[in-house]
């Protein structure tokens, strides 16, 4: 849930006084040791975008490009997974050339204290809770655009990026209902110690374990495609074409069920009539502005442009929602923990609460 693009407004980026400080002088140490120079005069400028991995804007070799590592404290299972989002982008980026292009990675505790990589740079405009009014006017378009690039990376063949051995299609949707289990339990024990998870999240996990997932496709997964990781052309902006530059946000990249991918950007996907937190969470803003495609013409389109089976919807839909509220638990668990002040998200438990509550919903088929 982060982004990496320059907007020309200083919000982009933290204040430095609110930045998360790095040890820079040991990374340019390491950097030199690996025959690269890393500038420190102005320094590194921390991104704003997002609640999850740290973002920095840095100057190597003479180039601006991004540093990218995990946030402090204890990492959910799976999650803020460096080494496997540098193995990606060091090489889908072949393929499908709106994925950045990895270009240094280290696992040695010692630079940073974390594992991190540094990719390549695209600078556009990532649009977020509101959007530009060039782009207001062209939301059906933007809705549409949004499938099609998921659609077109669903369709590169992992063995032609050297990306066939990632993760294990097999088995991949009951690992998930396990894994989003599991990951609900060890968040809930610092949010709710007294009483283990909400209610309504044991129900939907009792649901989900209970089904027969169905048999779906293999395709590359992104595992969290939605607008705010989109970088666009930032002629957009002025009324210029709706031209994607890049795809953020690899950490939990793997392979298996398409329309997994599918689900999780229209858990994202805010309608007008949903509740207050699929409001509050401020992922997409599909319900501020009119000509959105609703998330059932989404679902249709991917369906058209693909040729996939949609007709087992309701699981995939079930059980991203259900993400959904676990991703945004997870985020307020670090708050709980002591790991982070960050006001913002001081503010997500009680959004949390609602979206595990929607969540509930769509199981029982009262809302979609």
């Known amino acids: 849930m982060q982004a990496t693009s320059k907007m020309s407004v200083d919000a982009e980026y933290f204040a430095p006084e609110h930045q998360q400080p790095q040890p820079w002088a040991r990374l340019a140490e390491w950097l030199e040791a690996e025959g690269h120079v890393l500038a420190l005069d102005p320094p590194p400028r921390q991104f704003t975008g997002g609640f999850g991995n740290l973002n920095y804007l840095v100057a190597l070799d003479g180039k601006e490009a991004v540093l990218r590592r995990p946030p402090a404290g204890p990492l959910p299972p799976g999650g803020n997974d460096m080494g496997r989002e540098y193995r990606v982008l060091s090489r889908l980026w072949r393929a499908f050339p709106l994925a950045p292009k990895g270009l240094l990675f280290s696992d040695d505790l010692g630079i940073l204290g974390a594992p991190f990589f540094i990719m390549e740079y695209r600078a556009g405009v990532v649009i977020r809770d509101t959007l530009p009014p060039a782009v207001a006017a062209r939301t059906a378009e933007l809705s549409e655009k949004l499938i099609g690039i998921l659609a077109e990376f669903h369709a590169v063949d992992p063995k032609s990026v050297d990306l066939d051995t990632l993760g294990n299609p097999e088995g991949f949707l009951k690992r998930s209902v396990d894994g989003w289990i599991k990951r609900c339990a060890v968040a809930s024990a610092d949010v709710y110690p007294d009483k283990g998870p909400h209610p309504a999240a044991r129900e939907i996990g009792a649901w989900l374990a209970g089904q027969t997932p169905p048999a779906g496709g293999v395709s590359l997964l992104h595992n969290d495609f939605k607008l705010n990781n989109i970088i666009w052309d930032a002629a957009a902006a002025q009324g210029g074409p709706l031209r994607p530059i890049a795809v953020l946000d690899w950490d939990m990249c793997t392979r298996g069920d398409p329309l997994f991918d599918l689900a999780t950007l229209v858990s994202y996907w805010i309608e007008p009539g949903d509740p207050a937190a699929m409001h509050e969470m401020g992922q997409m803003p599909t319900a501020l502005t009119p000509g959105w495609l609703d998330r059932r013409r989404i679902v249709e389109l991917y369906a058209r442009k693909t040729g996939r089976d ?41 959004t949390a609460d609602g979206l595990v509550a929607f969540a509930h919903e769509i199981m029982k088929g009262r809302a979609f």
Request: charged share 15%; net charge positive; glycine share 4%.
């Open 310 to 350: 949609v007709s087992h919807f309701h699981f995939y839909r079930v059980l991203t929602a259900f993400k959904l509220y676990i991703i945004f638990l997870q985020i307020y668990a670090r708050y709980c923990r002591g790991t982070t002040t960050d006001p913002r998200i001081k503010s997500l438990g009680p």
